[in-house]
């Protein structure tokens, strides 16, 4: 059983070396684990509805006491065979955080759409687990699509049609092979995400397979057709959350900025970003980085070329393990100090652990999700942690963005009813125009793909994270003057039209 906080990002990126064929290779629908604990209220307004009653009764009694004792017993018995009428409790609701569950008991029916049935609907999930450079890599998404799939059908599924998922694995480079097989059964994929999802996406797109993933990287994925995310994240819209709290707290620091990125699409696609947003608040990157996605075996240059440029402030995409790490005890070697801000992956029980020396101080990563040691403050945390712990499976941050993507899908689904497609699962989706998970997450507008100008910061001081803004547990800051936007090499290769969708793969 895993119960290890791991959290790998979107923009994990890791070793170019090929596997053996995708597909699916679990499905389940089982109804064995069990949900968080369910919220509701009961009105207690009938409980003295008997007293009146009781009261014209005694005066009753009381004004016939004339009468003989035999009458006056019938009397008195016929009344207390008189049936009492008695309250009905309101049903018990339960909640995930401050929404209620979008599962339960219906009669919806109907072979509405490809994966559809009277009885069930057929959905798919996936990460990169099988990939041989980081075994295990995102397990934590199907780990929680199938454990809120578990949950969502012990309640009675949608509207009482079971849900069946079947989990895939990319391996990384396998993402065509994915859609391959997802495209002529699944009724949506949902929760998803993977981390080279450009190389899959023309295949998506050829079959207009709909899908709900927990993140996107590319820029064609991010804006693609057919695709909403629970918190968009597009190639030409970025928060400036951290960047600003960076220029606040170390204003000297932001005119000698650097950033370091590995060699893979993910991480340029995202340096890139940072790139043509941050100067928009003043920031001046002097130093642009990159280095092998596989490791250096000497990561000396890259901190003198820093060191000599007089850098205070770097940007560094990829994994915390073991390049940043590496590249981190080199700056220390060199006596080399700056501050460091990098990606929500960062926050993630290994990368916490393995800094206990300290090595890898004064990193503040930003994110858009309250952290898990606040669940006390937050009952949506809670609640995703308990499931997570009932079943067993890894609790990441890529998991929290899972378990949003199923909620949003389902709340859509609920509210198609027997009319259940994927045209009207994406309008009902697009129809929400704040979602929090149940208070997961910043608020976000789904159907408008822009990125919430929302965010917190958390540094990582030795073994353990701790938030330094906002600074009250359980909450985030928004500002609208956070909300950049821009266009990259990446943005205008996908193509957008009017409503930023991407036509890369269908003109």
């Known amino acids: 059983m895993r119960k ?41 307004n009938d409980s003295h509805s008997a007293s009146p009653n009781s009261q014209s009764s005694n005066n009753d009694s009381s004004q016939d006491s004339d009468q003989p004792d035999d009458q006056a017993t019938t009397s008195s018995n016929e009344s207390a065979d008189d049936p009492i009428e008695e309250s009905t409790p309101e049903p018990v609701i339960p909640t995930f955080g401050d929404i209620e569950w979008p599962c339960g008991p ?32 995102n397990i934590t998404q199907t780990d929680t699509i199938q454990a809120f799939v578990d949950v969502c059908n012990d309640m009675g599924g949608i509207l009482g049609r079971e849900i069946v998922v079947e989990l895939y694995d990319a391996k ?27 190389f899959g996406e023309e295949t998506r797109v050829q079959c207009q397979l709909a899908h709900i993933p927990a993140w996107t990287v590319s820029a064609a994925a991010a804006h693609g057709p057919w695709m909403i995310q629970p918190v968009p994240n597009p190639a030409d819209r970025m928060s400036l959350s951290i960047a600003s709290w960076i220029s606040d707290t170390f204003p000297e620091t932001i005119a000698a900025s650097a950033t370091v990125y590995g060699n893979f699409g993910a991480t340029i696609e995202n340096k890139d970003k940072v790139l043509a947003s941050y100067p928009q608040i003043g920031f001046e990157f002097d130093v642009d980085l990159e280095y092998n996605i596989n490791g250096e ?17 770097v940007y560094f995409t990829g994994t915390c393990l073991p390049n940043y790490q590496a590249f981190r005890a080199a700056a220390a ?18 990368c916490r652990r393995a800094n206990s020396d300290g090595v890898m101080n004064n990193t503040y990563i930003r994110s858009a999700y309250i952290p898990f040691e ?62 929090t998970g149940g208070g997961m997450h910043v ?3 789904p159907g408008v793909n822009e990125t919430p100008p929302c965010g917190l910061v958390m540094e990582l001081v030795n073994d353990s994270y701790r938030r330094v803004f906002p600074e009250e547990p359980g909450t985030y800051a928004c500002n609208d003057s956070w909300s950049a936007s821009f266009t990259t090499e990446w943005s205008e290769q996908a193509k957008l039209d009017e409503n930023r969708v991407s036509h890369q793969f269908t003109d």
Request: aromatic letters at 8%; charged letters at 20%.
């Open 106 to 137: 219906g009669s919806a029916s109907g072979a509405t759409d490809q994966g559809v049935t009277d009885t069930q609907i057929l959905i798919g999930g996936g990460d990169d687990r099988g990939f041989v450079g980081s075994l295990g890599l």
């Open 4 to 44: 290890v906080i791991k959290l790998v990002s979107p923009w994990v990126l890791l070793a170019l070396f090929a596997a053996a064929c995708g597909g699916s290779d679990r499905s389940s629908s089982s109804n064995d684990s069990q949900s968080a604990s369910p919220s509701s209220q009961s009105s207690n």
């Open 172 to 198: 990384i480079f396998e993402v065509s092979s994915v859609w391959l097989d997802a495209c002529p059964r699944m009724f949506m994929m949902v929760g998803e995400g993977f981390a080279v999802d450009g």
């Open 374 to 435: 606040e669940r006390s403050s937050s009952k949506a945390v809670d609640d995703y942690l308990t499931i997570m712990e009932n079943t067993g499976g890894e609790v990441a941050l890529l998991g929290m963005q899972t378990a949003s993507a199923f909620l949003l899908w389902a709340t859509a689904a609920k509210s198609c009813g027997s009319e259940l497609t994927r045209e009207c699962v994406l309008q009902e989706a697009a129809a929400i125009d704040e979602w």
């Open 333 to 350: 070697v060199n006596d080399f100090d700056a501050i460091y801000s990098v990606d929500p992956n960062f926050y993630e029980d290994t």
């Open 443 to 445: 608020p976000s507008d």
């Open 297 to 313: 075996d000497d990561w000396t240059p890259f901190v003198l070329s820093l060191k000599e440029a007089g850098i205070q402030h």
